[in-house]
């Protein structure tokens, strides 16, 4: 495990190498650090659309204040959250139960347990609940490009909606963060800033 150590080689990349690119293995890594990141309930309320394409990347690039990084990187990792909790819980059931009648009343305690914790929520908690997550799934995709010296940088300064035009998704879906990934094409001019830990971590 090289995640720690490499802690204070990452930073968020403003620009990458495009004669670089991440190779299919690697990127399979990252990808299954997505899929097994923890999540409430283990709905993994979201989807994650892998984007390659110039002519795409350069279109979200506008979308998102012209930030250099999404029109260099090697792939472009779009997070977005979705918000069809009870469909996906009913998804959850059918899939773990294997279609099996049987096994899913077995799990109709946790089921109802499930339904009852979310069918009262207002659209816009379940909208917050599911951006939680998805964000939970950025962190672990984070990591994992950290520990595969991979360089990657977290945004939120991009318009949703037009990210959501772009790539024609539905309307359960809202696109929540992005993550270029690729190899850093300068290293970092500035100094990293924290607060530290006196300032964030209380011991009591
Ligand atoms: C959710 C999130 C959104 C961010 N949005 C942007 C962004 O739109 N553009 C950008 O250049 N950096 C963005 N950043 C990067 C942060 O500014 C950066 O991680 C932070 O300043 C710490 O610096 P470091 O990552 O280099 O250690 C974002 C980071 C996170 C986690």
């Not at 709905?43 to 990347?57: F, G, H, K, N, S």
């Not at 990657?152 to 991009?158: L, P």
């Amino acid at each position: 495990m090289t995640f720690l150590a490499n802690l204070d080689w990452r930073f968020a990349a403003k620009s990458f190498d495009t004669d670089k690119k991440v190779s299919g293995t690697d990127l399979e890594k990252i990808l299954h650090a997505i899929v097994m990141t923890p999540t409430s309930f283990g709905l993994e309320p979201y989807r994650i659309d892998v984007i390659t394409d110039q002519a795409t990347l350069d279109k979200i690039q506008k979308s998102s204040w012209n930030q250099a990084q999404v029109g260099t990187c090697s792939h472009l990792l779009v997070f977005s959250a979705r918000t069809d909790v009870m469909a996906r819980i009913n998804k959850f059931f059918e899939t773990a139960s294997g279609g099996n009648p049987e096994a899913r009343e077995k799990m109709e305690g946790y089921e109802d347990m499930m339904n009852g914790a979310m069918a009262n929520k207002s659209p816009e908690e379940i909208l917050l609940w599911a951006q939680n997550q998805t964000h939970i799934a950025l962190g672990f995709a984070m990591a994992a490009c950290a520990e595969l010296k991979i360089d990657s940088c977290a945004m939120g300064g991009f318009a949703p909606h037009e990210v959501k035009e772009i790539l024609q998704l539905d309307d359960i879906f809202t696109p929540t963060v992005l993550l270029p990934i690729g190899y850093r094409a300068e290293e970092p001019t500035r100094q990293k800033f924290r607060f530290g830990a006196e300032n964030i971590i209380n011991n009591r």
